[in-house]
């Protein structure tokens, strides 16, 4: 995997794009058919599908959890599993950015230790992480 040409990219982006009315909507929109036009190739995490499969699955949206799920895995050019070698960086990113999620610390951690270095994302915590360069949604891609 040439890691460096690829970015990662957080369940938020799909979600906002599949949601209701919401700023972010349109921009998550553009994002998602940018990347879809093959204007980026991207990768995502185990615990992004995760985070995909939590929210439909408990709002009962089996359906559209199913397609979200779906989408996500074939948007990607690979899914990332997150290891043991991940949660201790992720532990270490939490101990040393504390404003930081857990759930972002790994992901951060998964794209630290897999080489990639910009994340497609509407989360500011990022923006924390000198390692990790954030990319915002805009409608204007």
């Given at each position: ?9 957080d369940?938020?982006?799909v979600?906002?794009?599949?949601g ?5 909507r349109?921009?998550?929109k ?29 709002i ?13 895995v ?19 990113l939490?101990k040393?950015?504390?404003?930081i ?41």
């Amino acid at each position: 995997m040439n890691s460096l040409s690829y970015r990662f990219i957080d369940a938020n982006v799909v979600m906002y794009s599949l949601g209701g009315s919401h700023p972010l909507r349109d921009p998550c929109k553009a994002t998602l058919e940018k990347i879809r036009e093959g204007g980026s190739e991207v990768v995502t995490n185990t615990e992004v599908l995760q985070e995909i499969l939590y929210r439909f699955f408990s709002i009962k949206k089996y359906s559209l959890g199913e397609l979200v799920y779906t989408s996500m895995v074939e948007l990607c050019v690979e899914v990332l599993p997150v290891t043991l070698k991940d949660t201790h960086r992720a532990l270490e990113l939490l101990k040393r950015t504390p404003d930081i999620t857990s759930r972002d610390a790994i992901h951060a951690a998964t794209m630290i230790n897999n080489g990639v270095e910009e994340i497609y994302s509407t989360d500011p915590h990022f923006d924390l992480i000198p390692e990790i360069r954030r990319l915002q949604p805009h409608s204007n891609l």
